[in-house]
C-alpha cells in the first residue's frame, strides 16, 4: 500500500467505524457498547480504533455531531422568523423531521446526560442548544406551565422517535402525529396544506 | 469487630452504596460512573464494592428496583379500575407522583436502552412494563395516533421530571404542571377537587 492510498483508506476506516458505533449504540446503548465491541464489528484491533479516536466519548461526540449542528441550524433559523407563530412552527416541524429522519439514534442522545454534556463540551459553540430550543418554544419570559409543556413536548417527541413501540410504523405516518401531537400540546391551530 | 456486627454493618454499606451509587449517576449518568469511582466516594475500596455487586449493571438493577416495582404496582392498579377514565387517572396521577418523588432519577432511567434492558433482565416478573403502562393509557387495540400521543406523554413527563431547566421548580408546582399537561394531551376533563 503506497502513502497516496492511505488517506482515503483512513477516511473510510473513520465513516464505517461511525457507522457502525451508531448501530451498536441503537442496540446496546451507548453504555453497554465497548471500543473492542466496535474494533470486533468492523473486523479490526482494537489499536485500529484508537487510530481514529482515543475515547468513546469522542466517538459518541462524533457521532451526535452532524445531529446536533442541525438541530443548532433549525433552532436559528426558528428564531429569525418575524412572526412568533411562524417561529414555533418552523421550530416543530424542523425537530420533528430530525427525529424520524434519526429516530433510533434520537432516543439514544436525547437522554443519557453523560452524552448530553459529552456533546455540548465537544461543541462549545453550540452553547446551550437545548435551553435556546426551548426557548423558541416557550417565548421570551415564559411561565412554568409553558416551561413544562414546552419540556414535555420536545422530550416526548426527541424519546417517541425512537420508541420500540412504534419502530413498526413507518416515517411518514409517526412523522405526522408526532406533528399533531406537538401542535395540540402547544395549542397551535392546524396547518393548512 | 464480631460476626454479630457485622451483619449491619454489611447492610449499612450496601444502603450507603447504593445511595451514592444513585447520587453519582445522577452528576455524570450511569455511564460516566464507574464502580471505582463509587468506591472512592464512600471512601472504600474497590474490593468492597465487588464483595456487594459484581457488576455496574447489578448496581444499575438495585438502584431502580423499587422504582420499578412501584411503576408495575401502579399500572396494575390502574388497570384494575372499573372505568376508563379511572384508569387513566389513576395511572398518571401515580406516574407524575413517581417522577416527581425520583425527579433526577427518573430521567437518567427513563432512557438509556441499555439500562432498561438491564432492569427488565433482572425483574421477568416485571414483564413489558413499558408495554402495560402504554396499553393502560392508550387503551385496548389503539389506532397509532393514540399510541403516538400516549408515548409522547409518558416520555416527555419522564424526561420533564429531571430536566436541568426546572430545576428550580418546587415538587408540588411541577406536579400540578406534569399532571395538567398530561391530562390536556390525552383530552382528558380537569379533575374537580
Redesign the interface.
Known amino acids: 500500500m503506497t502513502a497516496r492510498t492511505d488517506a482515503p483508506a483512513t477516511e473510510d476506516t473513520r465513516t464505517r467505524l461511525l457507522a457502525t458505533a451508531l448501530r451498536l449504540f ?1 442496540v ?5 457498547t465497548s471500543l473492542q465491541m466496535i474494533a470486533d464489528a468492523l473486523g479490526v484491533t482494537k489499536a485500529a480504533v484508537y487510530y481514529h479516536f482515543r475515547t468513546k466519548d469522542e466517538i459518541t461526540e462524533a457521532v451526535a455531531e452532524p445531529l446536533v449542528r442541525r438541530l443548532v441550524a433549525i433552532t436559528e433559523e426558528a428564531a429569525a422568523q418575524r412572526r412568533r407563530g411562524a417561529q414555533i412552527e418552523y421550530l416543530l416541524t424542523g425537530f420533528v423531521d430530525l427525529v424520524v429522519d434519526n429516530r433510533v439514534l434520537a ?2 442522545f ?6 448530553a ?1 459529552a456533546i455540548e463540551k465537544s461543541l462549545n459553540h453550540a452553547g446551550d442548544f ?2 435556546d430550543l ?1 426557548r423558541v418554544i416557550a417565548g421570551p419570559e415564559p411561565d ?2 409553558t ?3 414546552a ?10 422517535g425512537g ?1 420500540p ?2 419502530a413498526s ?1 413507518d416515517d411518514d ?2 412523522r405526522e ?2 406533528l ?3 401542535r ?2 402547544l395549542g397551535r391551530p392546524r396547518s393548512r396544506p
Chains 1, 2 share one sequence.
Open positions: 441503537s446496546h446503548g451507548v453504555e453497554g432516543a439514544v436525547s437522554s443519557d446526560p453523560g452524552v454534556r437545548k435551553k426551548i412554568t406551565a416551561l413544562v409543556t419540556n414535555v413536548t420536545l422530550a416526548g417527541i426527541a424519546l417517541t420508541s413501540e412504534l410504523v405516518t409517526l402525529h408526532l399533531a401531537t406537538a395540540r400540546m
